[in-house]
């Protein structure tokens, strides 16, 4: 796991590094010459060379820098998204698995209209309400993402209210904040875990996704624009394969890398209670 450890800060010390500027991804402003010898040359859709390692796009821009420009997006976007996703299904269940009742049935009724309606299509329609951008974003997939999260936390609260030590705490006065912090927060952590990181997964596609569409990233150098511009200019039809290599190994080898740092906290978890 060690190296999967690796990769994942590799990931994070490059969107800092992105943040202060140290991937420009500038446009190359010789594609405004006029064709005259005294012009610089053009750079646009340079293979790749020493000097660009993954050649350069349609405004002369290193495509390299571009999708290190997208781990940023990809990262910043993640972890809202999966917040807001963890933190909106944690609470919700938590409260309908507590005290149940009308609040049980109104959250299961809420639940289940926002499962009916398909989850991309139910994005796409948020994100283009909230304008794109990362506000839109990433409200967009956290607010259709925690019905799942919800369902799990809500079953599993339900079940440690029927475990002797929590009766027990109950009969001894214990205020339900004490309960919650001391005894259910401690139990629902793997579980909170686990679907951090899968809808931190399912942000990063759902974010390229949208980019590509037209109403995500617009304006940032995200992984899903390169894949849409990728398209636009038919890269493929003209033999310039680098762009899109870029965005989509950039994109496998985060989930990838994700993934298996999930497995490998799991195992140990499983390790430590065996």
Do not use: C
Request: proline content about 3%; overall charge neutral.
């Amino acid at each position: 796991m060690k190296f999967w450890l690796s990769i994942l800060a590799l990931y994070l010390m490059v969107a800092i590094l992105g943040s202060f500027g140290f991937f420009p991804a500038d446009i190359d402003l010789g594609l405004l010459n006029t064709g005259t010898d005294d012009a610089p040359m053009v750079l646009a859709n340079a293979s790749p060379s020493l000097s660009a390692w993954l050649g350069t796009d349609q405004l002369g821009r290193d495509v390299f820098e571009v999708t290190l420009q997208g781990v940023r997006v990809a990262l910043s976007v993640g972890f809202l998204a999966a917040g807001v996703a963890v933190l909106l299904g944690a609470l919700f269940g938590i409260l309908a698995g507590w005290y149940g009742g009308p609040l049980d049935a109104f959250l299961l009724w809420m639940s289940g209209s926002v499962a009916a309606i398909p989850g991309i299509l139910l994005v796409l329609v948020l994100s283009w309400m909230f304008g794109g951008g990362y506000l839109g974003v990433f409200l967009a997939i956290g607010l259709v993402s925690w019905v799942g999260i919800y369902r799990l936390v809500r079953v599993e609260v339900q079940r440690l209210q029927t475990e002797p030590y929590l009766i027990a705490a109950k009969l001894h006065g214990a205020t339900t904040p004490f309960l919650v912090l001391r005894h259910l927060l401690p139990n629902l952590s793997p579980i909170l875990l686990t679907q951090f990181v899968l809808h931190f997964l399912y942000a990063i596609k759902a974010e390229a996704i949208l980019s590509f569409l037209g109403i995500g990233m617009q304006g940032h150098l995200s992984w899903g624009t390169m894949i849409a511009d990728a398209w636009a200019f038919d890269d493929l039809g003209n033999d310039r394969w680098w762009r899109l290599t870029g965005a989509t190994m950039a994109m496998a080898f985060l989930i990838l890398a994700m993934q298996r740092v999930a497995m490998g906290l799991s195992e140990r978890k499983t390790s430590a209670h065996s």
